[in-house]
């Protein structure tokens, strides 16, 4: 038996993540995984009945837990309310905790979704890029940070850190992930200018000579942010810290058509967390329009990463390319003035399209 945590989380999270919950369901039955799933509350949720963005109860079903689902955390209810107290800080607090330090954001074009995409069709066709983003460090996490009045004048600052010990372990995520690619592998820093990421360059260097058969190279962060959009496909793997993948990936997103097809994988060394890429998008919440495939996408993720279930990830994947290939779609990857369908037929429409391939 595996035990599953589920945290719907705020805005559309709740939709996506019932709309996934159908197809792990499906999953489970087919597959006779017996999977208990446990429902937990995280983020605004919280909030709402506990002033923690990530009670106890939540942190000990996560830990509990072999594998966490995660939709989305926050929303306008909660800007005003102080750093400790926003529901992105759960989030923050569930990923350091649990040492989840490595985030895998696949940024794939389907050939169905070629016309989604704002950049031209043979820009985008075969873009198959990975991005490792380093998860539980830099600007994200470091001391000191705050806001502060000096001299009649308030003063924000956040420290950009990394010790060489983290950046030589998600180096080595990504060393291993280009092996099992193309053998490509993109570290993305900003090393003309910030001594962090000076360090950064030279420990992937040092990493390198363990995998001679990986073909490494670097960009700076604007570069790399232009040449996503001018030659996507010249990418295999993109190492990056914290906060150049959080962007470089929403970015990325829009190669594939819709921020709503990014699935992730947070790992560390033991269970792990999945969840879309994208957040809670409040101006779509509640009206049945959000894309719930990063999400079930996201699943086919635990499936292999979690529970080594390689052949019933593909299933779930090639059940995303039949709803596809029937030409169905949610309103974020439609031609203009064609027919959509809601998020929960998008779910129901996978799980039949799942049941068809067995
Ligand atoms: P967002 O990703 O929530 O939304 C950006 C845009 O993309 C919006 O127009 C939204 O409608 C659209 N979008 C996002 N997901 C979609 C989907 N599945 N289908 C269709 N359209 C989709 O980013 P934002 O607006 O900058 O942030 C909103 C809130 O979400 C903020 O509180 C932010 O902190 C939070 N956030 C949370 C996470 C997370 O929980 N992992 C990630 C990003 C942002
Ligand atoms: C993401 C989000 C989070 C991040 C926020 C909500 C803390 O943007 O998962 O990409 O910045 O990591
Ligand atoms: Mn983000």
Redesign the pocket.
């Known amino acids: 038996m595996k035990k599953i945590a589920l945290f719907a989380g705020d805005g559309i999270g709740p939709e996506i993540v019932a709309a996934a919950r159908q197809v792990l369901d499906a999953v489970d039955r087919a597959a006779r995984l017996g999977l208990e799933c446990s429902e937990g509350l995280v983020g605004g949720a919280a909030l709402d009945v506990c002033d923690d963005p990530l009670p106890a109860a939540s942190l000990r079903l996560a830990m509990d837990a072999d594998a966490i689902i995660l939709g989305a ?2 929303g306008p209810r909660w800007d005003a309310r102080p750093p400790a107290q926003r529901p ?1 800080q759960g ?2 607090r569930l990923r350091k905790t649990l040492d989840l330090y490595a985030n895998l954001r696949p940024a794939r074009v389907f050939p169905q979704l070629l016309d989604a995409s704002p950049l031209r069709p043979e820009l985008v066709r075969g873009v198959d890029i990975l991005v490792v983003r380093e998860l539980t460090g830099d600007i994200y996490f470091g001391q000191p940070r705050g806001v502060e009045r000096i001299d009649g004048q308030r003063r924000g600052y956040n420290t950009m850190l990394y010790d060489e010990g983290e950046i030589r372990r998600i180096a080595h995520v990504a060393f291993r992930a280009a092996q099992d690619r193309r053998g490509r592998l993109c570290s993305v820093d900003k090393a003309n200018v910030l001594e962090t990421t000076r360090l950064w360059r030279e420990v992937v260097n040092e990493v390198a000579r363990e995998y001679p058969d990986v073909q490494l190279s670097h960009m700076y962060v604007d570069n790399a942010a232009m040449q996503l959009i001018r030659a996507p496909a010249q990418f295999d793997v993109l190492l990056t810290g914290n906060m150049f993948g ?1 962007i470089l990936s929403d970015e990325a997103s829009q190669l594939t058509g819709s921020i709503g097809m990014l699935p992730s994988a947070s790992l560390g060394e033991g269970r792990g967390m999945y ?1 879309p ?1 994208h ?1 809670s998008a409040p101006d779509i919440a509640g009206r049945d329009t959000a894309n719930p495939l990063a999400t079930i996408l996201s699943i086919a993720m635990l499936l292999r990463h979690s529970l080594d279930a390689e052949p019933w990830a593909r299933r779930v994947e090639s059940a995303v390319q039949q709803v596809l290939d029937q030409g169905l779609r949610t309103a974020d990857i439609a031609a203009p003035g064609t027919a959509v369908i809601g998020t929960a037929a998008m779910g129901a429409a996978v799980v039949e399209a799942f049941h068809q391939g067995n």
Do not use: H, Q, R
Request: no cysteine.
């Open positions: 955390v926050g992105e989030l923050l959080d969840e890429i957040g």
